[in-house]
């Protein structure tokens, strides 16, 4: 609890894939390819990543001179990189956004997000990719991202940061038994005091059965010699009205 906090430091595609980073197992394949992932950053990127925004969720017809004419506001722009396929030449949804001065990153990171460009609300956060030791990209079953519908969730990032691990009050301890000597010796005694009761119970239900069927079969018995005297009498009475 004391290294806890809801926005990860270190990338680890087991702790994403967790609500509360506390997750031990992986719950789907994604984070399996991501544990097994060997991702080195691409080489060919330039700037500085420490000045450098991400930009995404962006409407597919947003440009590079839009994100310009947006995101100047807070500050000197160097450098714009609008992600396109390299076939189709169309955007990809994301951006990069390098700044000239720090104050102008940390001035769009916090007022630049959620805003809407195109009838799209944005994503802004820092560049993860050079600076987050262990990153993994989606691609590769890593990010931070992650839709429900996909059941492919992601964890420890600005738009859905860790929650806080619920801690378990020190009673549990007890009702399992593993408190204090004196209260598990009581317990044992308990358990000891219902098992007798239970075999009490048995051996006196057992008893009582050759009973019951004794009594049942005498009960039908008598129900069969009440029947046949009754059939007598039945007999009798018509023989004395003929």
């Keep these: 609890m004391a290294d806890w906090a809801p926005i990860a430091k270190e990338y680890d595609p ?3 894939g967790s609500i509360d980073g506390t997750d031990e197992e992986p719950h789907d394949r994604a984070i399996w390819r991501a544990m097994l992932a060997r991702y080195v950053p691409n080489k060919g990127v330039t700037g500085d990543p420490h000045l450098t925004l991400f ?3 962006l409407n597919l017809q947003t440009t590079e001179e839009k994100l310009k004419e ?4 807070y500050g000197d722009i160097r450098k714009i990189r609008l992600v396109r ?4 030449g169309f955007s990809k949804g994301y951006a990069f956004i ?10 769009a990171h916090r007022d630049a997000n959620r805003l809407v460009i195109d009838q799209h609300e944005i994503f802004v956060d820092f560049e993860l990719e050079r600076t987050l030791k262990g990153w993994i990209p989606r691609r590769l079953g890593g990010g931070f991202g992650g839709k429900k519908e996909s059941g492919q969730l992601r964890f420890g990032g600005r738009d859905r940061p860790f ?4 801690n378990l009050p020190n009673m549990k301890n007890d009702f399992y038994g593993e408190g204090s000597s004196e209260k598990r010796n009581w317990s044992r005694e308990g358990m000891r005091d219902w098992r007798t009761r239970d075999r009490d119970h ?4 057992d008893k009582r059965w050759p009973e019951r069927e004794r009594s049942w079969a005498w009960g ?7 029947s046949k005297e009754e059939r007598s009498r039945g007999r009798e009475r018509k023989d004395r009205d003929r």
Excluded: G, N, Q
């Design 202 to 205: 048995e051996r006196s239900r």
């Design 85 to 88: 396929d390299l076939v189709t």
């Design 98 to 107: 390098e700044y000239k001065e720090e104050r102008a990153l940390l001035k």
């Design 70 to 73: 947006v995101f100047s506001r």
């Design 163 to 166: 929650r806080k691990p619920i």
């Design 220 to 226: 039908d018995s008598e129900r069969e010699r009440d």
């Design 14 to 16: 087991l702790k994403a």
């Design 55 to 57: 930009v995404a969720r």
